[in-house]
């Protein structure tokens, strides 16, 4: 699924895809002291809904960059949900794994 909202977001701010990346890079440094490898091809994943959840700092960083209130508004989603775990269970499950599911959300 396209990531419309992130790639709304940087044309508004007529950023190409490695300015972005340049610049998330430099917002995670500046905040964890660490050097990341983001480029623009990351981004352009990003975009194409190829990868949904970034790490925290990136997340954070793109969230400061495009001054979002929140993950969802970059158009951001874990790929793994509960509903994805309720999907997967099988009746030859016993509910065990659902009952350690439950216990953990």
């Known amino acids: 699924m396209i990531n419309q909202s992130l790639r709304c977001k940087r044309l508004a701010a007529g950023m ?13 440094s ?14 352009s994943k990003l975009e194409r809904g190829v990868i949904t959840w970034p790490n925290r700092s990136y997340r954070a960083a793109f969230r400061m960059l495009f001054n979002a209130l929140s993950d969802a508004e970059l ?3 874990p790929s793994r949900t509960r509903r994805d775990a309720e999907r997967w269970l099988t009746p ?9 599911l439950r216990a953990r959300s």
């Open 16 to 28: 190409t895809e490695g300015q972005v990346a340049e610049e998330v890079a430099r917002l995670v």
């Open 30 to 43: 500046a905040q964890t002291g660490r050097d990341l490898a983001i480029d623009g091809n990351y981004v």
């Open 75 to 77: 158009g951001f989603y």
């Open 92 to 100: 030859s499950d016993g509910g065990g794994t659902w009952s350690v």
